[in-house]
């Protein structure tokens, strides 16, 4: 399966029509920028002016290099036709669909996208979906919600909408959250799409926020959606691989194709036999670092 080439790393909120935020937005240091249409964005009126600040600040090119994704409205919004025909434009990437519940759901926005495309002349699959999973049901439909549409291209996880919708608590040491968190991990790799982890609410307390990035690294998410711009340091840091993993994945690499040339079939590092899942990880490794690397050039 082709590796997807994306690297998103931080996925930072910013309401669009705050035109503080969105200056301050283009001065940080972040993958993605989800440039909120939806809840941020209140009261309605707003969402014309936020409309409005995206097209203009895309257009001057004022984000630079960064990958854009506004989040629209969802589908029982009435705002949401206004919210893509107004918006697919050059310099938008993609869009965060919300209360993505099933399947049907995004193989409804594919559509509508693809509607848009074609009245406006452009590529079908021009724009990209990242599907926001926020409900129980859309937990237990992530595997298909992510092969939906060839537009999907990551997953990200709305933990509060989905703690209010199952009747949980958020407790402190996450426990209500860890299942959904594996199963959309899992559901994301198993369709070759980035799972992207949910939100880290308590933005100031950033051991916990370093907690949850362990936790997260170790399940095999590959980017955190951001709500503060003081995280973003926190989460590349754990989103990238590190120097010493970088070496020891080249290590690994050398190790074994030595042995295979020399005819000994395994290899052995550190006391541990190397065999193909090993390689495979270390291969990943080495992809990832490269091209984050090529980025900061």
Known sequence: ???????????MFVPAHNEKLLQSASQKDVDVLLLDLEDSVQPTDNKAIARKNIKQRVSENFFGDKLIFPRVNDRESGQL??????????????????????????YFFDKLLETIEYEKGLPIGTYKIIPLIETTAAVLNAEQICKASPRVIAIAYGCEDFIADLGGIHDRDGKSLFTPRAIIAMAAKASNVIPIDTVHINVHDLQELEENLRLAK??????????????????????????????????????????????????????????????????????????????QV
Do not use: C, W
């Open 218 to 295: 170790i399940l095999g998410f590959e980017g955190m959606l951001v709500l503060n711009p003081i995280e973003l340091p926190l989460v590349h840091q754990y989103f990238t691989p590190t120097e010493e993993e970088f070496e020891n994945a080249k290590t690994l690499l050398q190790l074994a194709a030595e042995a295979q040339k020399d005819g000994k079939g395994v290899a052995v590092i550190n006391g541990k036999f190397i065999g193909p899942p090993m390689i495979i990880a270390a291969k990943k490794v080495i992809s990832r670092y490269e091209r984050i690397k090529q980025r």
């Open 1 to 11: 399966m082709p590796e997807n080439d994306y690297i998103m790393r931080s996925l």
């Open 81 to 106: 036709l206004k919210d893509v025909t107004e918006l697919t434009i050059p310099g938008i990437h993609g869009f965060v669909y919300p209360k993505s519940k099933s399947a049907e759901d995004v």
